[in-house]
Each structure stands twice: as C-alpha cells, then as structure tokens.
T-cell receptor, first 114, second 112 residues
Framework: AQSVTQPDIHITVSEGASLELRCNYS??????LFWYVQSPGQGLQLLLK??????LVQGIKGFEAEFKRSQSSFNLRKPSVHWSDAAEYFC????????????FGRGTSLIVHP | DVKVTQSSRYLVKRTGEKVFLECVQD?????MFWYRQDPGLGLRLIYF???????EKGDIPEGYSVSREKKERFSLILESASTNQTSMYLC???????????FGEGSWLTVV
C-alpha cells in the first residue's frame, strides 16, 4: 500500500529565509508525486508534480522539489520565503495510470515571521 | 483553467437534518472525489466516482452517500447530520487519462 509521511506538523521561518518541507513516501514502483498548497479557508492548489524525467521539478510561486528515489523523498524547497507563503502544504503520492486514488500526507503548516 | 465549484462555502445545519453538498466541474473529467479535512488528520477520502452513476467507497464512507447523475456534478449527502460530521469538505476532479487532481474551494459544514 502507498503511504506518505510529512514529518513536520509545523515549520516556522523568517521572511526571506530558505525553506525545505519534507515528504517521504512508500510505494513499490515509480510513483507520481505532488505538492499542493492550501491557503486559509481555501481549497488545494497544485504547486508542482513529478511523473518522470528530471528529478528536480520547478513549480509555481518559486517552489521546487527534488525526487530522490534512494531516500524515497520528495522535499519541497524555496530559496526565499515571502509572508504570503504562509499556508498548509500537502504532499501526495499516486501510482501511474488507471483509476488511481492518491494518498495525501497530513500536511505541514508553514508560519512566516516578519 | 479547470474549475471545480462547490456552491455552498459555509453551512450550519442541525443534528438529524439531511444535508446536500454540491460540486460541479467544467472540464469533462471522468473522476470526481469527496474528501473530508480535519486538523491533524489531513485529507481523508469519503467517496469517489469514475463515471456517471458509478461510485466507490473511500476510507471513511460511513454516514455519507453520493450521487452522480451527470458527468459534471457530484453530490455528497449526509442522510442524518451529526455533530462529528462538522468539518471542511473538499470536492475534486481528475481527467480519466490524467494524473493531476483539481480541488474546489471547500465547504465548511457546522452541525449543531
């Protein structure tokens, strides 16, 4: 069975500092991997996704993520955080093809200090 | 852009009431989903549908039912609302040949 672990429930950073949010997955084959962001009171917006190819994936809002098969990780990064990045971030994993159902992590809440 | 619309953003219902949460997507997606989101628990799948009139139970279907009479519309039904169903409900859709899920803005339901 597939699973996703986001080890950090909360992360606090200062505005302008770099950010890394961790995501570890468990899946037998090559997974499809996603990062979503949820602003307060809103639905989830796709930040980026990895299906195959280059393991460093660029997304919207200046985010990137790196797929590391050896570590079963798909960590999200941003070099300089803005106050508007404060939100909940969800990692998700899904098998390729078919009528798959993705599995979501429990989320990491990002707090940005001025 | 894909648009998933949840018509009711905020609802307050009484215990025992029948509640309908409506979701419409405008991109002809085959697959539609209903999730429940609670603090510390992330997203939990209630039901999904991969075609009109087809439905499958997710992880937490108890106390819920769904209806999909048209491809673009997926309704979540609480037959008899209870206070433990107070939550944020998220609808989502995905094309049959694609892998990205698109979410609506969510419906906040309070059962008193």
């Amino acid at each position: 069975a597939q699973s996703v672990t986001q080890p950090d429930i909360h992360i606090t950073v200062s505005e302008g500092a770099s950010l890394e949010l961790r995501c570890n997955y468990s899946y037998g084959a090559t997974p499809y991997l996603f990062w979503y962001v949820q602003s307060p009171g809103q639905g989830l917006q796709l930040l980026l996704k990895y299906f195959s190819g280059d393991t460093l994936v660029q997304g919207i809002k200046g985010f990137e993520a790196e797929f590391k098969r050896s570590q079963s990780s798909f960590n999200l990064r941003k070099p300089s955080v803005h106050w508007s990045d404060a939100a909940e971030y969800f990692c998700a994993v899904g098998p390729s093809g078919g009528s798959y159902i993705p599995t979501f992590g429990r989320g990491t809440s990002l707090i940005v200090h001025p | 852009d894909v648009k998933v619309t949840q018509s009711s953003r905020y609802l307050v219902k009484r215990t025992g009431e029948k509640v309908f949460l409506e979701c419409v997507q405008d991109m002809d997606h085959e697959n539609m989903f209903w999730y429940r989101q609670d603090p510390g628990l992330g997203l939990r799948l209630i039901y999904f549908s991969y075609d009109v009139k087809m439905k499958e139970k997710g992880d937490i279907p108890e106390g819920y039912s769904v209806s999909r009479e048209k491809k673009e519309r997926f309704s979540l039904i609480l037959e008899s609302a209870s206070t433990n169903q107070t939550s944020m409900y998220l609808c989502a859709s995905r094309p049959g040949s694609g892998n990205t899920i698109y979410f609506g803005e969510g419906s906040w339901l309070t059962v008193v």
